[in-house]
């Protein structure tokens, strides 16, 4: 392919990558170009991949371990490595707008980064487009270390030394019921509110709709930061909105980055993606047990 080359999407993050063909046979030299492009860029996207689960997955092992999809494993106690975004099953049938999968789904239209609720969470998420909506569906992304480089000098100090607390229960049992078992895998954690990435310094925010409360904060001043954070992140001049086209995949740093999927008309329309995650590490976010 051509010589890799990146056309910047937002002016605070993203780009869209040119000459790179994405698989688990990748040379050095393209594979180091991706790694410094998610630092530098944080969300990545790359078109027209001739993509499958076998690449996908070889792809995902060069950046890391892959991470495990918690709710099979939380239900069952299998690993699997792939999460199916949308409502085609693996047969080809359809869920529509009343099934218990879709408003499972729903909660994925809520700001967050990916698996935070985990003792260590997500580096990154991988998702490929295979069938996407005529009209919606789109995933919305936000830049936690623009939001932090926009503070206050004041709001800085305040927040660098917390923690939060973050609970998937808590996330998404207002949405649908959480199966007991899955529960019970997934007790909160504490992470730092805020990170330094590992390899250019640029500190960020940690936080998203898995965020339940900072120890020793009032439950109610609590909601008021971690709620006022997410809007200053997420204000629309600040959100990059990426239709996705059938051999699209993208790829998101989620030690920084929130994302938020749209909503479309599932009676309607098929979309179908496949994610993988790379499972983060000490360097990037910290975990201190409860």
């Not at 790179?20 to 410094?36: A, C, K, P, T, W």
């Not at 529509?96 to 809520?110: E, K, M, V, W």
């Not at 967050?112 to 569906?137: C, K, M, N, Q």
């Amino acid at each position: 392919m051509s010589k890799p080359d990146i056309q910047p999407l937002h002016t605070d993050f993203g780009g869209r990558v040119y000459g790179i063909e994405l698989s688990g046979n990748m040379d050095d030299h393209s594979l180091n170009f991706v790694r410094q492009a998610i630092d530098d860029y944080s969300v990545l996207c790359f078109s027209d991949q001739d993509m499958s689960d076998e690449k996908q997955l070889a792809f995902t092992r060069l950046l890391g371990s892959p991470e495990a999809e918690h709710v099979r494993f939380g239900n069952t106690g299998i690993v699997n490595y792939f999460g199916t975004v949308g409502n085609i099953q693996d047969d080809g049938s359809k869920f529509d707008n009343i099934s218990a999968n879709t408003r499972y789904q729903s909660g994925n239209q809520l700001w967050h980064s990916d698996s935070s609720f985990r003792e260590t969470p997500s580096f990154v998420s991988i998702l490929h487009a295979y069938e996407v909506p005529g009209e919606g569906g789109q995933t919305e992304f936000a830049s936690m270390r623009a939001g932090y480089a926009r503070l206050s000098d004041e709001m800085r100090e305040r927040i660098e030394p917390l923690h939060v607390v973050h609970d998937y229960v808590f996330s998404r049992s207002p949405i649908a019921p959480v199966n007991p078992n899955h529960a019970a895998s997934l007790p909160p954690v504490m992470h730092p509110m805020v990170l330094t990435n590992p390899v250019n310094g640029l500190k960020n925010y940690y936080i998203g709709s898995h965020a339940r409360s900072i120890p020793g904060w009032s439950g109610l001043d609590s909601r008021q930061l971690l709620d006022t954070l997410v809007e200053h992140a997420t204000a629309s001049e600040h959100i990059l909105s990426l239709a996705f086209r059938p051999g699209d995949t993208v790829i998101w740093d989620n030690r920084c980055i929130l994302h938020r999927g749209t909503r479309y008309d599932a009676d309607r329309w098929r979309r179908r993606m496949r994610q993988t995650r790379v499972v983060g590490s000490d360097k990037g976010v910290i975990p201190k047990p409860l």
